[in-house]
């Protein structure tokens, strides 16, 4: 074997051996600390003017041997250097973590939190954040930046607000983190992508009337709806998303299970299926945005409704955890299921 054929093969064997190490580095997490080997640093535009203007005084008390001139170059140069140390230090082990962030509909804005921790730390001042952009250049675009000081001892929160367009999973993309404090001679900054993703349900558009009912089984009933009157009926098992106020909370403490109170006689509770044949749309979207739609019309009118996509069903059911599960639903739908 040639000497080259054995460089070759060690290279890829070293490589075989970090790889993994590697892209285990770099899978997202939902917290950072900025460690010393994230943080750059570079002189701005005023430090290369600063020190042009060192160098022209070192001339000018070289050439006059004026030692004040010396005194007054060197000092302010110490102050460039230590300046350095403040500025990479305003950064160094700040805390990030991911925040809450609410669902939104398309076409809306999301806002994404997040969490600066300034534990066992000075306070850190004039931090800006930017929320990078995917382009074809070699410099990330930056939109939505922030100023912001963190007291000493202090978890503040700071927010993003992006656009959606489609439904879907939206995710917050990578963070630029910079800052020119204490004299702006030197600018620091970092990079970080955590995992962390908000839901854009669809749009909810196309006709506001819910579909009606064909079976016997969706008609009104009276005498099985949950709280719709004073005679008790009986006992069912807890559901997600049923009223805190129908659990019988003794046979709670008693450990009987949960148990949720069936009222009958009162006023009826309407119950209706929400079909993907009934949006009677030819693209997918629209039948989407009008199940949506009707989600959000069932649960205002209080109507035990359940939700039917090509292999996928919701039961009946009612409450904000189930309007949740339903949106979710048509979130993530998947077209290939089709």
């Known amino acids: 074997m040639t000497n080259n054929a054995k460089f070759s093969l060690s290279y890829l064997t070293h490589w075989k051996m970090i790889l993994p190490r590697y892209l285990k580095k770099k899978s997202l997490l939902t917290e950072i600390i900025l460690k010393r080997r994230e943080i750059f640093i570079l002189p701005t535009r005023s430090g290369f003017l600063f020190a042009l203007v060192l160098c022209l005084m070192l001339l000018g008390s070289m050439n006059y041997n004026n030692s004040m001139g010396y005194m007054l170059t060197f000092l302010l140069g110490s102050m460039a250097i230590v300046s350095t140390l403040h500025t990479h230090r305003n950064l160094l082990g700040l805390r990030i973590t991911t925040g809450k962030v609410t669902p939104v509909f398309a076409g809306e804005t999301i806002q994404f939190e997040l969490l600066l921790d300034n534990q066992n730390h000075a306070a850190r001042h004039v931090l800006g954040f930017e929320r990078c952009l995917i382009t074809t250049s070699w410099r990330p675009k930056t939109v939505a930046y922030h100023l912001v000081d963190v007291p000493e001892n202090r978890l503040i929160p700071i927010y993003f607000a992006v656009p959606t367009e489609q439904r879907g999973h939206i995710a917050l993309g990578k963070i630029m983190i910079s800052t020119q404090f204490p004299l702006g001679l030197f600018r620091a900054w970092a990079y970080i992508q955590l995992d962390f993703s908000g839901l854009v349900y669809p749009a909810p558009q196309g006709h506001d009337k819910l579909p009606q009912t064909q079976s016997t089984d969706n008609n009104l009933q009276g005498d099985t709806s949950v709280g719709s009157g004073d005679d008790f009926i009986g006992y069912r098992n807890y ?89 979710k639903a048509l979130a993530l739908f998947d077209e290939k299921s089709l």
């Open 239 to 327: 559901q997600v998303g049923d009223s805190p106020r129908h659990i019988d909370w003794k046979a709670v403490a008693r450990q009987q299970g949960w148990l949720i109170k069936q009222f009958g006689g009162g006023e009826t509770i309407r119950q209706i299926w929400l079909n993907w044949e009934n949006t009677q749309t030819t693209t997918v979207e629209t039948a989407l945005s009008q199940l949506c739609l009707w989600v959000l019309l069932a649960d205002q009118q209080n109507a035990q409704y359940g939700l039917q996509l090509p292999h996928q069903q919701i039961e009946l059911n009612v409450g904000s955890q189930h309007r949740a599960n339903c949106l």
